[in-house]
């Protein structure tokens, strides 16, 4: 089993800054693909950020020069810092991983979701 655990969210005024981050603990041979989406009230989810176990990384158009995705490998963590922040970008930010993991006898991958942090931006 693996378990994703989010942390750093909070209350900000426009402009501000937070950064929020995701540690996946538990059964993990190497993790892929390390994201974040949010999820506003009435909306659907949506991605936010990638970044892939290599360094690539991958925005939303409405972040860019805004967000910046990191992770640490070693920790098995990913960051987003959230820079300039808008009252749109108010929701909740959920930590998404491919988590490469070992059964009996072979590897398997499969997708984890943390349990989300509310990120609200007053105006």
């Known amino acids: 089993q693996v378990q994703l655990v989010e942390s750093g969210g909070g209350l900000v005024q426009a402009g501000g800054s937070l950064r929020i981050s995701c540690a996946a603990s538990?059964?993990?041979?190497?993790?892929?693909?390390m994201g974040w989406y949010r999820q506003a009230p009435g909306k659907q989810r949506e991605l936010v950020a990638a970044?892939?176990?290599?360094?690539?990384?991958n925005y939303a158009d409405f972040v860019k020069g805004r967000f910046t995705i990191s992770r640490d490998n070693a920790k098995n963590t990913v960051y987003l810092q959230m820079n300039s922040l808008k009252p749109e970008d108010t929701a909740v930010y959920y930590c998404?991983?491919?988590?490469?993991?070992?059964?009996?006898?072979?590897?398997?991958?499969?997708?984890?979701w943390g349990q989300g942090t509310q990120v609200t931006v007053s105006s």
């Open positions: 970044v892939t176990s290599g360094g690539s990384t």
């Open positions: 998404n991983a491919e988590v490469v993991f070992t059964t009996s006898s072979y590897l398997s991958t499969r997708d984890y």
């Open positions: 538990g059964n993990i041979f190497s993790i892929n693909a």
